[in-house]
């Protein structure tokens, strides 16, 4: 019977390494489906962070999106009713009071097939809401803007994107001065 010696054992275990290593490198890795229009639709959930001035504040958010429209059934309205209402046991009494307010987002889409995402450009409407305090209510209308598009992308089925509520009305007088809320989603996820 004829023995190995080291250095004919260590070559052969070089060689079998070399193999493994060559056919890594012939395999890809896994293979990224590319993206259609339909993949957007769905239910999502989200860290939502929204900035007003020095003020930060982050929650998980759900919203539902359709075949152009972005919909929530509960928007986060709280920094606009504490803008609206300064005293901050009232606009708590008020945000309590609206209860859930449903907001929807148009958008119309195109996939980027190069960076595989679907590019959604958001076209928000104005928010109309009735803020109940002192026995009266205050019709306020925010507006709404999205100044970059969100993506959805087909790597990691996420989507992203950013509104800013540049203005606010309270009834039909512009509020100023006012700091702009701006409501990141910069990761949202099926579920």
Same mark, same amino acid.
């Given at each position: 019977?004829?023995?190995?010696?080291?250095?004919?054992?260590?070559?052969?275990?070089?060689?079998?390494?070399?193999?493994?290593?060559?056919?890594?490198?012939?395999?890809?890795?896994?293979?990224?489906?590319?993206?259609?229009?339909?993949?957007?639709?769905?239910?999502?959930?989200?860290?939502?962070?929204?900035?007003?001035?020095?003020?930060? =504040?982050? #929650?998980? *958010?759900? +919203?539902? !999106?359709?075949? $152009?429209?972005? %919909?929530?059934?509960?928007?986060?309205?709280?920094? @606009?009713?504490?803008?609206?209402?300064?005293?901050?046991?009232?606009?708590?009494?008020?945000?309590?009071?609206?209860?859930?307010?449903?907001?929807?987002?148009?958008?119309?889409?195109?996939?980027?097939?190069?960076?595989?995402?679907?590019?959604?450009?958001?076209?928000?409407?104005?928010?109309?809401?009735?803020?109940?305090?002192?026995?009266?209510?205050?019709?306020?209308?925010?507006?709404? =803007?999205? #100044?970059? *598009?969100? +993506?959805? !992308?087909?790597? $990691?089925?996420? %989507?992203?994107?950013?509104?800013?509520?540049?203005? @606010?009305?309270?009834?039909?007088?512009?509020?100023?001065?006012?700091?702009?809320?701006?409501?990141?989603?910069?990761?949202?996820?099926?579920?």
């Amino acid at each position: 019977m004829k023995k190995f010696t080291v250095s004919q054992f260590l070559t052969a275990i070089l060689i079998v390494l070399t193999g493994f290593t060559l056919y890594s490198c012939t395999v890809d890795g896994p293979e990224i489906r590319p993206v259609k229009q339909e993949d957007v639709i769905g239910n999502y959930k989200g860290r939502l962070i929204t900035v007003q001035g020095e003020s930060k =504040t982050e #929650k998980i *958010k759900n +919203f539902k !999106v359709k075949k $152009d429209t972005v %919909m929530f059934a509960e928007f986060p309205v709280d920094e @606009i009713v504490k803008t609206v209402v300064k005293d901050p046991v009232k606009a708590e009494m008020a945000i309590k009071a609206l209860g859930k307010v449903k907001y929807d987002i148009q958008y119309t889409s195109s996939v980027n097939v190069a960076s595989n995402v679907i590019e959604l450009s958001l076209v928000p409407k104005p928010m109309e809401i009735r803020i109940p305090v002192d026995g009266t209510t205050k019709k306020t209308e925010v507006v709404l =803007t999205a #100044k970059q *598009k969100g +993506f959805y !992308v087909g790597m $990691d089925g996420s %989507m992203r994107f950013v509104l800013n509520a540049e203005k @606010i009305t309270v009834d039909g007088t512009v509020l100023a001065p006012y700091e702009a809320i701006n409501y990141n989603f910069p990761f949202c996820v099926k579920y």
